[in-house]
């Protein structure tokens, strides 16, 4: 770790994997670099440059191309000093120039949080990462680097880069199959999230390496002696499970560290597939394997294409003990993974075999094309990057990996969207089960379709791929689409009628300059948006007729006269002048009071009224009321709905509003400072009866905070 770095010392360090190596381009990098940070000081207070030259070195022990260890030396300077993306392009050329401009974090002035920041700055380095891999690699040294001197900076920092190196970078290093770097960031990370744990654990490992010595010595002199006599080649060594894969195991099972068994393993390589086989079944002959322990990942590898077998036995002394046996090849696969690509070769495409590595990445970004926020990506690449899986058969016996804990909707939508959209049952090893069943190991599945079906929102709460839940979002979102246009064109017809405009209006030219001067390209995204609540009908006329001057924004209702309506006594006179209050609405069924005001009759308000309370001093002018509608009348209630910020649910509360036949007469949706939305109804109702049916309804809704009146 404190080997001196310099530039001479990389030079060699890659002129001993590539005698061919540019080594003029490394100088030219280094030199521009260092001139560039030259003001610049890392956290420990040495100069700059030895960041970017660590980060080189270790591309250099991954034996990565010139192009890529110049990009590692020049990594920070478009971000931290004065140089340009063009600068590097006329310098270094345009591979090196992208890779850099790749890692730049956007300017924070773009962004509300710093999540967001993250989250936007992330996608940005996968989908450059989609195009050219070194992208990540790059990252990936340069993380591994300041992990590696994290001590420097401030707790806090430590807490942040260290939860985003284990939550992100460490399971992506993973699906890329760099075992070792995998490793690292995750023993890392651990070690600055819970130190005490780490600190015991180290112990303890050690502890137990010391008492075990002995053990596993003898085993590996048996099986050196059985290799030899039986004619097999084969290189047994001890490893020791890392840290934070022993605390993971311990969660997991929820054991505590002596009941971890497989601390220390054995691992043994050989040449080819078939002595592999040959090892394990020397191993199973001389003690007794644990049932359920196999794994054959040579005839199924992971998705990372990781390859090995793997068994636990009961060795001589009764202890179990755990192998791992795999050839030379699948050793360097397991280590190095995508990066193996780019050993003693300069750029080219990825072939066949290592584009497997991000098949996944670049389906995601199809996939997510059409969705636009960043959190959402950044989410959905965390369900992709950890690769537990099950394995599955399609009805024609083709294998399909599939994450642990998928459903039959998430297969049938990893077939095509088409089956997902359809699917109205499924099959496993020919037995019927409900759609949210948890696909298991060596499943059968056959997916049964209906044309006329479509997908239900409440499969987002069981499916578990990005695929299925982008596929299935996008399919309600278009549904809302729908909805937002009919209830849009309703509400301005409502709003045009009530200013006694004809409704010719909607159809006429005008209106499609009124979209277009509020920046809409269509008239259908004039309905979308009015629907969506993001424009009002109100804002729509008063640009459609200026002239009349639609004027306030109150709407014009509720201050009906009495006499329109039968039904209220106030102390057994029938038929009295009265108004309900604008402050309350109040509804038959409430418990009411009524408030005499000169000339105007009786103003109604709800007993609970907060106005009512105010004008407690004339208490000799409230009086009693009675309110008992008949026919079919229908009062104003206001309903108003906290949610969470987030288009489509407008639309979704008005449709459940009119499905069960109650007319929207006003609506108003804002937003709250702190991003939840604010809706506010008038909507007819004929009592308190049928208002509580209808909250009562709203609140079971997705995304409602809460419900008031
Ligand atoms: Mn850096």
Known sequence: MSEMLSLKGLLEKVQAYKNDADLDMLRKSYHFSSEAHCSQKRNEGSPYIKH????AYILADMKMDTASISAGLLHDTVEDT????????????????????????????????????????????LLAMSEDVRVILIKFADRLHNMRTLEFLPAAKQQRIASETLEIYAPLANRLGIGWLRLELEDLSFKYLMPELYDELAKKVA????????????VIGIINAKLKEEGVPGRVTGRVKHFYGIYQKMQKQKIIF????????????????????????LIHSLWTPIPGRFKDYIGVPKSNMYQSLHTTVIGPKGERVEFQIRTEEMHRIAEEGIASHWKYKEKGDLDEK????????????????????????????????????????????????MPVGSTPVDFAYGVHTQVGHRCVGAKVNGKIVPLRYNLKNGDTIEIVTSQTHGPSRDWLKFVVTTRAKTRIRQWIKQEEKAQSVELGIKLLETELRRHNMSNALMKSEDILKVAKSLGLGTLEELFVSVGFGKISPHQVLNRLVPEKAVGDHEPVRTMKPLREHKGVSIKGIDDVLYHTAKCCYPIPGDNLVGFVTVGKGVTIHRRECPNIEKQVVEEARLID????????????????????????????????????????????????????????????????AQLKMIIQKIRQMEGILRVTR
């Open 52 to 55: 970017p030259l660590a980060v």
């Open 207 to 218: 502890k137990r390496k010391e008492d075990q010595e002995g053990y596993i010595k003898e």
């Open 354 to 401: 290592n584009s497997k590595y991000i098949s996944w990445l670049r389906d995601l970004v199809q996939v997510q094309k059409d969705v636009p926020d960043a959190m959402d990506f950044l989410e959905a690449v965390k369900g992709e990057v950890v690769p537990e899986v099950v394995y599955v058969f399609t009805p024609k016996g083709e294998i399909k990996e």
């Open 625 to 688: 009321v009675d309110w008992q509608p008949s026919g079919d009348f229908l009062a104003n209630a206001r309903v108003v709905v906290e949610t969470v910020d987030k288009p489509g649910i407008l639309a979704n509360l008005s449709a459940l509003i009119s499905s069960v036949n109650i007319n929207i007469n006003h609506l108003e949706a804002t937003s709250t400072p702190d991003q939840r939305g604010l809706i506010t109804f008038l909507i007819g109702v004929k009592d308190l």
């Open 258 to 281: 002596d009941e971890v068994h497989d601390v220390i393993g054995l691992r043994i390589l050989t040449d080819t597939k078939a002595n592999c086989y040959g090892i394990l079944g």
């Open 82 to 125: 004065g140089t340009t993306t063009d600068d590097l392009k006329g310098i270094f050329g345009k591979d090196i120039a992208f890779i850099v401009k790749s890692l730049t974090k956007l300017s924070k002035v773009e962004f509300q949080t710093k999540k967001e920041a993250q989250a936007e700055n992330f996608r940005k380095m």
